[in-house]
């Protein structure tokens, strides 16, 4: 769903008529839902993939704050980031490296076939991961948290971060 296009003017219109005209403790959550079909119309499968990022970076942020020692403190932050980049190069590397993996083994006549996984890469997986690297960074540095899911899921599924351009 393109910016520019009817079918976001009237996803914008309606989500802007419930946002306003829901009770105000319920407005937080309307924005989520929102965002989460706007995330479905670009790709089913990117809903799942948010959802899980979310709740991953959700958790490690609280254990970041709960914690009170230093050593713990960045053995859970490393942990965050490297399961962060893990989901990252797992979605953008995993048929290079099996592509690689094949042809090492066919110079030696291993004659071996890892099969290529037909995966959609999330649009702009990039930017969501260092996104949420910016807000465990800041975990760490003792600035306060978000601890409402509702508001820390709107602020990194918002849709308006998925527009795509052009």
């Known amino acids: 769903m393109l910016f520019n296009s009817f079918h976001f003017f009237v996803f914008l219109a309606v989500s802007v008529l419930l946002y306003y005209g829901v009770n105000q403790k319920?407005?937080?959550?309307?924005?989520?839902?929102?965002?989460?079909?706007?995330?479905?119309?670009?790709?089913?499968?990117?809903?799942?993939?948010?959802?899980?990022?979310?709740v991953l970076n959700y958790f490690f942020g609280r254990a970041l704050e709960k914690q009170i020692d230093t050593k713990w403190r960045l053995k859970i932050f490393w942990l965050a980031i490297y399961a962060n980049i893990g989901i990252l190069a797992?979605?953008?590397?995993?048929?290079?490296?099996?592509?690689?993996i094949n042809s090492l083994l066919n110079l030696f006549s291993a004659n071996s076939n890892l099969p290529y996984l037909s995966l959609i890469v999330p649009v702009g997986i990039s930017?969501?991961?260092?996104?949420?690297?910016?807000?465990?960074?800041?975990?760490?540095?003792?600035?306060?948290?978000q601890r409402n899911f509702v508001n820390f899921a709107n602020y990194l599924a918002f849709f308006r971060s998925f527009l795509p351009v052009g």
């Open 26 to 54: 319920f407005r937080q959550p309307v924005l989520l839902a929102a965002s989460i079909y706007f995330i479905s119309m670009l790709s089913p499968n990117l809903v799942l993939f948010t959802i899980a990022f979310i």
């Open 90 to 100: 797992f979605y953008k590397y995993i048929n290079f490296l099996f592509e690689n």
């Open 127 to 145: 930017y969501y991961t260092f996104r949420r690297w910016v807000i465990l960074s800041g975990s760490t540095g003792g600035l306060k948290r």
